[in-house]
């Protein structure tokens, strides 16, 4: 990829991504709404709710923890754009980790026992999705031979056949990072949680408006993520990733939120099975495939 | 060492839409003790009783609770006519009867939604409001009002119910009944929910009894204490049986009350067809003048007024100890050693209305 | 109806503790506790069984006289008692949970003494006001 | 009583494909029903100022006042309780079943009642009749 595609690659996901993501959520918010047998939202809701967020009043608890929020929102970008210029994956997943750990220190700044609570339980949500994103990355590298994005993607066999495992790990703390029950511990899009969320306690208007946005970004990535097990078969990869995304809103839909512990145990468990015993499985296929 | 903090919960924060404030003293994620303050919105409804009307005074009883607003009301004349020896017509006391149930039935299907939100189970939450609806539009249609009844009254009730319109109920609640059984499965068989509840807050025995719980808290810990047993009203004509859990746990209080939602069908099974005709109301005439202690099962458990009259239109004294009040001690017991997100679901469990505990 | 026959029995402030562990031993639960204000203070306790529903009934003359809790007894009685200590003035000894006046947080200190705060004329009769 | 983990999926999957249970408020409305307590409606030409809706309003939103020939009421101070309705001697006072239209600003709604007075004493109304009788000030209750 030349520098030229690289930069028109960058600029379409900066502007982009939270026009995909911010419709994804107004999708996300008729369906669920429907499924609790409500009308539910405007299509566009997403983006008011946005806009308004940004014309609120500014009151800060403390000044550092918005310039942690301002980390959160570049990192995650930096994570994004890395990712769709065809970059180098395990950049990707530790700039994601680094946006995460920014808002997590953002929670930390202010003082209030319901943010320090909201950014331990952000921190153990981490601690859960993070092992199954780096595994993935390590099963990517083990399939195609290359920690580049652009590589995978273009090669043309279809990876979910020998990734299967990694796939639904994948899918497993995708819950996870788009904040769905079971596992929406620090925060979720529920409409009671929507004020009560305990990392968000100590922002105001256009810092919610940022953590937001940066949620949208993030949520492009992680379906970027998926799309690479399809890559080769493009229409198929967008019915999978909207079959999976119906799953995440079925599964917020019909559970409720469940302990920390278990979260993180399961979520383990989950990413030791599904991604370590597909690794373990393609590692000797790959060994017993070479003479 | 375990590291302590005190967590403040409620009142401005919205984890709990309650006016009562806890200070958590947590260890660890665990709740070591839990201290509650009051007393955010005390209205002094039982020193207004000293400057109203005591027919009057029936508008003001009904207003204690925006959810057990009818079974003030009608609890407030119950204690009046006890004082005055009224027997009010049979009519009424049927009636009464339905509402009281009706009330009971929209009362716990409200709470089994915030409950389900309470451990973030938002359709669960949307589901108990959508078919409490059908409940509110049956109240609508007979009392006039949504919550508040509006329709007791010291001598009878204010307003008479069509008979072809009593007519008419049944086949409405056997369609809130059908709608009701699998929202009320999830709450039994789910598996994350009984994550949430099982084995959450146990009570014992022993304990809820010795610390004064009332209603479905009481019955969850497995003692079968139900004031309508007392025959007030019509129910010394209808079958009425205590509904006990044993396991004490939040997932009992839960089964308690969605047993007597459908324990509150069968009730109206039977008045509904035997509401006998006839007049609805009393002409009252003099003051109350002596004192009673009514008691009455309202849906959050049993409740108490005590009423002195010294035959003045007004009355000497007026008190009403709500079941929340009763509950907080042991809410305070069921708090101790749990996890920081069961808070507001144990708290949840006593179904507060701290608004009408702090009349 | 068979709700129960509600009995009272009048006992001196001294005498509190022991009726109150009488109607322990017949397995009863403490109900509520009520205060009148009187010439006096009238403190009800009432007390409920299968079958039986009881009131303990003391008169205090006045709020200098301290009321012994029966919180060692009823551990739960200390809302109640606490709620009568806000609103009538009344002071407990022996309290196993005091909150010293922050139960209720009123604006006027012992509201429900004396005449009705809200502005109207009270009953001539009473002769009760503030202490 | 068999275990099934997951019964809400069949309901949400269930209401997904259903109409939805609300309506688009305000565009479509629910319908009332005769009996709702909605709003207290005056018929002005029956009413003689006799002040009894006055006097037993609970929460003293209705104000009466015979000299100025009005009939007035605070609709954010009204509770439906419809007391009023049954106390009024001339039956002029009804419960609309529609709801108050939203406000932004608390005022009366005041309703000019054409009635006069006899110049004597008017004849007192059936039922307690003795405070109404009397042309108290305006009581200030709270």
């Not at chain 1, 530790?94 to 319901?114: D, R, T």
């Not at chain 2, 004349?77 to 009464?96: D, F, N, T």
């Not at chain 2, 939604?113 to 049956?138: K, P, S, Y």
């Not at chain 2, 808070?343 to 209305?353: E, F, G, M, S």
Request: net charge neutral.
């Amino acid at each position: 990829m030349n520098l030229t595609h690289a930069i028109l690659a960058a600029l379409l996901y900066i502007v982009a991504a939270p026009v995909l993501a911010g419709l994804l959520a107004g999708v996300d918010r008729i369906i669920s709404a429907r499924m609790q047998a409500r009308i539910g939202p405007p299509l566009l809701q997403p983006f008011y709710d946005l806009f308004k967020l940004f014309q609120k009043e500014r009151i800060a608890v403390n000044k550092t923890g918005h310039f942690f929020l301002l980390g959160y929102l570049l990192f995650t970008i930096i994570a994004g754009v890395e990712f769709f210029i065809g970059g180098d994956l395990l950049i990707v997943i530790f700039a994601l980790a680094l946006g995460s750990v920014f808002f997590v220190l953002g929670a930390f700044a202010a003082g209030s026992p319901y943010s320090h609570i909201g950014a331990e339980r952000e921190l153990i949500q981490l601690m859960a999705s993070e092992p199954m994103l780096i595994l993935s990355a390590m099963g990517f590298y083990v399939a195609t031979g290359s920690f580049q994005v652009h590589d995978i993607w273009s090669r043309p066999d279809l990876l979910i056949v020998i990734l299967p495992g990694m796939f639904a790990g994948l899918v497993y703390v995708l819950t996870i990072k788009l904040r769905k029950s079971p596992f929406d511990l620090a925060t979720s899009h529920h409409a009671h949680q929507e004020i009560v969320k305990g990392i968000t306690t100590e922002f105001s208007g256009p810092y919610l408006a940022v953590i937001e946005l940066a949620h949208w970004y993030e949520t492009i990535l992680l379906l970027g993520f998926l799309y690479l097990f399809f890559a080769p078969w493009p229409w198929l990869a967008v019915l999978a990733l909207a079959a999976v995304y119906f799953l995440e809103i079925l599964a917020d839909n019909t559970n409720a939120r469940l302990y920390w512990q278990w979260v993180l145990r399961s979520s383990w468990i989950f990413t030791a099975v599904a991604g370590a015993g597909n690794l373990v499985v393609l590692y000797y296929l790959s060994r017993g495939g070479t003479p | 060492m375990a590291n302590r903090t005190v967590i403040p919960f409620g009142p401005q924060h919205p984890v709990l839409p309650e006016p009562i404030h806890l200070d958590l003293v947590i260890e660890d994620e665990h709740v070591v003790e839990a201290i509650p303050s009051f007393g955010f919105i005390h209205r002094g409804l039982e020193k207004l009783a000293e400057k109203r009307d005591f027919t009057e005074f029936t508008f003001v009883a009904e207003r204690i609770c925006g959810i057990c607003s009818y079974i003030h009301g009608m609890g407030y004349c119950q204690a009046i006519e006890s004082v005055m020896g009224l027997e009010i017509p049979e009519r009424a006391k049927w009636l009464r009867t339905m509402w009281a149930e009706l009330s009971r039935m929209h009362s716990h299907m409200m709470w089994l939604g915030l409950l389900g939100d309470a451990f973030g189970f938002e359709n669960l939450f949307m589901a108990f409001w959508r078919v409490r609806e059908g409940l509110l539009d049956i109240i609508e249609e007979t009392s006039g009002g949504r919550v508040i009844f509006g329709a007791a009254k010291v001598g009878g009730i204010r307003r008479d119910v069509p008979d072809d319109l009593l007519a008419r109920i049944p086949a409405q609640l056997a369609k809130i009944e059908a709608e009701m059984r699998p929202i009320t499965d999830v709450f039994r068989d789910d598996f994350s929910v009984r994550q949430r509840l099982c084995g959450v807050g146990v009570l014992s025995q022993k304990d809820a009894y010795d610390l004064g719980a009332v209603g479905p808290v009481l019955r969850g810990s497995g003692v079968a204490v139900d004031t309508r047993l007392e025959g007030y009203a019509a129910y010394d004509r209808v079958q009425v049986e205590p509904i006990v859990e044993s396991d004490g746990d939040c997932w009992a209080r839960a089964m308690v009350r969605i047993r007597e939602v459908y324990q509150s069908f069968e009730i109206l099974k039977q008045v509904l067809p035997n509401v006998p005709a006839g007049p609805v109301d009393m002409k009252v005439t003099g003051a109350p003048n002596g004192e009673f202690f009514a008691r009455l099962e309202q849906p959050r458990g049993e409740v108490i007024y005590y009423v002195k009259g010294s035959g003045k239109k007004q009355l000497d004294r007026f008190r009403v100890r709500t079941p929340t009040f009763a509950n907080i001690p042991p809410l305070l017991k069921m708090l101790q050693g749990c996890q920081l997100a069961d808070v507001p679901v144990i708290v949840l469990t006593i179904d507060p209305c701290i608004s009408c505990a702090e009349r | 109806m068979n709700a129960p026959v509600q009995r009272y029995v009048e006992v001196q402030p001294d005498a509190l503790l022991e009726a109150v562990r009488a109607q322990q031993l017949t397995g009863s639960r403490l109900v509520q506790i009520c205060c009148t204000k009187l010439a006096g203070f009238e403190l009800t306790y009432s007390f409920a069984r299968a079958g039986a529903f009881d009131h303990v009934r003391v008169q205090i003359p006045d709020n200098t006289v301290k009321v012994p809790s029966i919180s060692p007894i009823y551990s739960c009685s200390f809302a109640y008692e606490n709620e009568i200590h806000d609103l009538f003035g009344l002071s407990f000894l022996g309290l196993n949970i005091d909150y010293k006046g922050t139960f209720y947080k009123t604006t006027i200190p012992a509201p429900m003494v004396g005449t009705p705060v809200c502005g109207a004329p009270a009953p001539k009769d009473k002769g009760a006001h503030g202490e | 009583m068999t275990k099934h983990p997951l019964k809400m999926t069949k309901v949400a999957l269930e209401n997904l494909f259903q109409k939805p249970a609300t309506v688009p408020y305000p565009a479509v409305r629910k319908p009332v029903y005769a009996a709702t307590r909605g709003r207290i409606a005056i018929e002005e030409a029956k009413c003689i100022l006799c002040l009894i809706c006055d006097k037993k309003c609970p929460t003293g939103a209705i104000k009466v006042d015979r000299p100025g020939k009005t009939w007035a009421i605070d609709r954010l101070l009204c509770i439906q309780c419809g007391y009023c309705v049954e106390v009024c001697p001339k039956k002029c006072l009804g419960m609309e079943n529609l709801y108050s239209p939203p406000v932004s600003a608390k005022a009366m709604d005041v309703v000019n009642v054409p009635f006069t007075p006899p110049p004597p004493k008017p004849k007192p109304p059936p039922a307690s009749a003795t405070p109404a009788a009397t042309p108290a000030p305006e009581a200030g209750k709270e």
